[in-house]
């Protein structure tokens, strides 16, 4: 079972959607709606990939933890390790999860949210941060509860989520299902790389 050992903090409740240095035209958008990210990321050309876990024996594993779904490799890490419960991937003690992932995701989505001891959901102030300091803070009241990213430049390469309960100090866990990777399909990567050698060629004349 999980430890019921510490508890983490977590800054007030902010929604921000950070400009990437590398293109002041290029964005993180985020997503409370699944149908919505889903339509978005199909819109720009990419093909979406399902991690829900439930192909991970319930138990504890050392961290980090590895695997794959479809071309993205991700990583998970929480200083005291992982645990697995009926597909709900979690930390064993009441600490930040950190997803790390690959090649060229520009998109992630998934259920992110906070579980007792026992794995139950309970409202828990959740935020969800992405590497490049892109951050989301809410009141996370079901495990149904969707958050998605969608960078419009550079590719997202990992995500932090913490939470705290929304009331009382109770121990909470951060806990993922269903999470969704979007990649752009080859013939996609393949116009992005054509259009930014005739831009090439335009700014050298």
């Known amino acids: 079972m999980k430890s019921s050992l510490g508890l983490l903090g977590v800054a007030p409740c902010v929604v921000a959607s950070t400009f990437l240095a590398t293109d002041a035209s290029a964005a993180v958008i985020s997503f409370t709606q699944k149908f919505v990210w889903e339509a978005y990321v199909a819109a720009q050309g990419n093909t979406v990939y399902l991690e829900d876990f439930n192909s991970i024996a319930d138990g504890f594993y050392a961290s980090p933890y590895s695997s794959s779904t479809g071309p993205v490799n991700w990583n998970a890490t929480a ?11 979690s930390t064993n003690v009441a ?31 959740v935020t969800i941060s992405l ?68 831009v090439g060629k335009r700014r050298r004349r």
């Open 95 to 125: 600490e930040t999860l950190t997803f790390t992932f690959g090649p060229n995701v520009r998109g992630i989505g998934g259920n992110f949210y906070g579980t007792d001891f026992s794995f139950n959901p309970v409202p828990s102030i």
């Open 79 to 89: 200083a005291s390790g992982i645990f697995v419960q009926g597909g709900q991937f």
């Open 131 to 198: 590497a490049d300091g892109t951050s989301y803070v809410g009141l996370v009241n079901a495990s149904a509860t969707y958050t998605g990213f969608y960078s419009t430049g550079a590719a997202i390469t990992g995500v932090m989520i913490a939470a705290t309960a929304a009331s009382g100090s109770a121990a909470v866990y951060p806990t993922a299902d269903n999470v969704q990777f979007a990649v752009p399909a080859p013939g996609a990567i393949a116009l992005l790389g054509l259009a930014a050698g005739v």
